[in-house]
């Protein structure tokens, strides 16, 4: 199913807005804007390619074009443009971009076979794991939004979330002294409770089956894919060698959430969601897990916890539910294969609903549904547009900037780490997932400092650690710019935009009312000067250029400066359309 602007096209003109729309954005081509009507004409020459589309800038500066118009000059004609029009179009490297061709082609083979494949259904009443899963419309924004480099056809149609195919998890037993683990009991104890006690009595049979030595070894579970991806690595090695052995498929019956490598229990919905590395490359990043995360996630998540609870704004009045990842266990997290066999145990998001509460991804809210209506329709036309969104920015905005403003906390808050809690589509609360390596803290912010997990003492590798490495940050803006990324420029944007595009909604004086409401928190609860401090009112802030990091070189700094609609849309005195406004400051 669709976002706003791709219900009337293909996957192909998908991928192209996407790209386009970002390549504006970032300002990696030399585009000049026309107005025409209520919108503007964008143009612009490169590689002796000239490209020509129609749309206008939005919340945050976001471009937003009618994939339609997309055209490119043959001789002295102007035709519909193709994907490799777009990508000759853009001055990079030739070997980038051609890594980046490879990954938006494999974007539209997957999205295509999507299309050809699967059956459009109803999504709005499906329980939360499994439209979790349903959600194939994939990042709003990153035109490479499900590249899955690694993957075939026929991995997507057994391990990609949208076709819903379950499978057992691949287990090894591994020598002690190459397993690191953060267990909240005792092994025998854990395994029992995680697994069954008769999926625990079958891999232990198959472990003493191994010989006497590997009774001490300790289980690891693989996603499917993984074990046949490491095939011919260094651990075949291992294998060879007797420090570790392939004890088979066993157990529950797992299904991929929309983000592929972590997975829901479809055997036993309600039991700990597990992430799994994959040697895949999605969107922007290698999907392996970040080696030093696997056995800080637990103390990471009981902080947070007990942070929570100790706040009643967070407790009671804005309440979050934090996703505790309470377990997690990595092999070899030093050597060569670092990152690539691990696993976290997060809890499920359905232990924490409330008779009468259901809970959504957050990215579920800026779609468009097979009937041709947003999936929030039925609520909207419940609650009534205003109200309703109001409702959405006290349950989500709030909360989120509390933590950040009040404790000095930052997360990753993107639409994929955001559940919202809802009755009857009223907001009533918010889960937050995914913290193991997408905190971030300045020490000297911190509310209390001292509640800080001992991270030195969690792992080696955060001896002598520079700020900006992990988790501790040099400087207040970073956390700013963490926050104004993943919850308002690449999220929530999205979905005041389908308000725009399905009801009309007017995304500056909405968002204008957001910065209002966000002062007024501040005043509250004394948290003015944190606020500012943080930058989430400065007319122009900075945010990650996700296309350009595809492009630019490892270790260039891939960032650009857009209007802060909390800032820019409430301050803004001067004349002309807010449109023409915003695309005075993102071309600045």
């Given amino acids: 199913m669709p976002l706003p602007r791709d219900t009337d096209g293909t996957a192909g003109r998908s991928v192209m807005r996407r790209l386009a729309e970002a390549m ?207 095939q011919g690595s260094h651990l075949s090695v291992w294998l060879a060698e007797g420090s570790a052995f392939f004890l088979g498929f066993a157990g529950d019956r797992y299904a991929a959430s929309q983000s592929v490598r972590t997975l829901f229990n479809s055997d036993r919905p309600g039991q700990a969601n597990v992430k799994l590395p994959m040697n895949l490359i999605n969107s922007s990043a290698m999907r392996i897990v970040e080696p030093h995360s696997v056995c800080s996630a637990p103390p990471i998540s009981l902080w947070l916890k007990e942070l929570v609870a100790g706040d009643p704004v967070l407790s009671g009045r804005f309440p979050i539910r934090i996703l505790g ?63 309703w969104a109001s409702q959405l920015i006290e349950t989500v905005v709030l909360p989120v900037c509390h933590l950040l403003a009040a404790h000095g906390i930052a997360t990753e808050c993107h639409g994929q780490n955001l559940i919202l809690i809802h009755r009857d589509g009223w907001p009533v609360g918010l889960a937050m997932r995914d913290f193991h390596d997408s905190v971030e803290y300045v020490p000297d912010f911190l509310r209390e400092p001292e509640k800080v997990p001992d991270f030195v003492a969690l792992n080696p590798a955060y001896h002598d650690a520079a700020p900006n490495e992990f988790y501790w940050m040099e400087s207040v803006e970073l956390l700013g710019e963490l926050v104004m990324d993943a919850l308002f420029v690449y999220n929530l944007a999205e979905i005041t935009h389908l308000l725009h595009h399905c009801y009309g909604l007017d995304e500056t004086a909405f968002w204008a009312g957001v910065g209002r409401r966000l002062a007024t928190h501040g005043e509250e609860f004394g948290l003015t000067g944190r606020m500012v401090a943080l930058g989430l009112f400065q007319p122009r802030i900075r945010t990650e250029s996700l296309l350009r990091r595809k492009l630019a070189r490892p270790g260039t700094e891939c960032a650009h400066e857009i209007p802060n609609s909390l800032a820019v849309a409430a301050n803004d005195a001067s004349t002309g359309s807010a449109d023409t406004r915003y695309l005075q400051a993102v071309m600045a």
């Fill in 325 to 387: 990842e309470y377990a997690g266990t990595i092999a070899g997290r030093d050597g060569p294969l670092a990152g690539q066999i691990a696993a976290i145990w997060r809890e499920d998001v359905s232990i924490y609903l409330s008779p009468g509460e259901a809970a959504v991804p957050l990215n579920a809210l800026m779609i468009v549904e097979s009937d041709g209506r947003p999936f929030v329709a039925d609520w909207i036309g419940r609650y009534g547009l205003e109200r």
């Fill in 24 to 230: 504006i954005f970032e300002g990696l081509v030399d585009c000049t804007a026309t107005p025409i009507g209520g919108s503007h004409r964008f143009t612009w020459r490169c590689n002796g390619v000239d490209i020509s589309c129609e749309g206008f800038a939005g919340a945050f500066g976001r471009i937003r074009i009618e994939p339609a118009t997309l055209q490119c000059r043959r001789s002295q004609d102007w035709v519909a443009a193709t994907l490799d029009d777009l990508v000759a179009s853009l001055d990079a490297d030739p070997e980038r971009r051609r890594q980046l061709a490879m990954e938006l082609d494999r974007t539209l083979a997957l999205a295509t076979w999507n299309d050809g494949n699967l059956a459009r259904r109803p999504r709005r009443h499906l329980p939360h794991a499994q439209l979790d899963s349903a959600l194939d419309e994939g990042h709003p924004y990153h035109p490479c939004f499900k590249a899955r480099t690694g993957f075939d056809l026929d991995d997507h149609a057994a391990y990609g979330p949208e076709a819903g195919n379950t499978f057992q998890l691949a287990w090894l037993a591994v020598a002690p002294e190459r397993l690191h683990s953060a267990l909240p009991a005792e092994e025998q104890a854990f395994w029992e409770r995680e697994l069954g006690a008769e999926t625990f009595a079958l891999l232990d049979s198959r472990r003493a089956a191994c010989g006497d030595a590997a009774k001490n070894f300790g289980l690891m579970p693989l996603h499917p894919w993984q074990w046949k991806a490491l």
